[in-house]
């Protein structure tokens, strides 16, 4: 539940997000907050967050949760202009026609009328 509630709602967007030291320490926190909950102790029971970690070995860290998040979306959004190239070259290769006529074609349609049909009549 805490992974798909809390997590994903707190880690929203945060593929972009420039996080500077106090701010991972600042989200540290929080988690450390929670999971404190979870395990229903409080902070004058005095245990460490390593001891918490010990106990929650199923929930990842917040900040490692944010790099594997990075990398997601770093694979998602890299180099588009290379699968844009591919894709314009299979469309040549698979035949697909030109959405826009060449300045020949051009030059033919409108010397011979609307339809590229001559009709003679010159």
């Known amino acids: 539940m805490y992974n798909a509630l809390v997590l994903s709602v707190l880690l929203y967007g945060c593929e972009t997000w420039p996080l500077r030291a106090g701010e991972v320490n600042d989200l540290n926190v929080f988690h ?23 106990r929650c070995s199923d929930i990842p860290l ?11 979306w770093f694979g998602h959004t890299r180099n588009p202009l290379r699968t844009r190239r591919r894709s314009l070259e299979d469309k040549k290769r698979h035949g697909y026609q030109q959405l826009e006529p060449t300045s020949s074609q051009w030059e033919v349609s409108r010397s011979t009328g609307t339809d590229g049909i001559d009709n003679g009549s010159s």
Do not use: E, P
Request: proline letters at 0%.
């Open 62 to 72: 917040v900040f490692d949760v944010v790099k594997a998040r990075r990398l997601r």
């Open 32 to 54: 450390h907050k929670c999971l404190r909950c979870i395990l229903g102790l409080r902070l004058s029971d005095r245990v460490s967050n390593d001891v918490i970690r010990r």
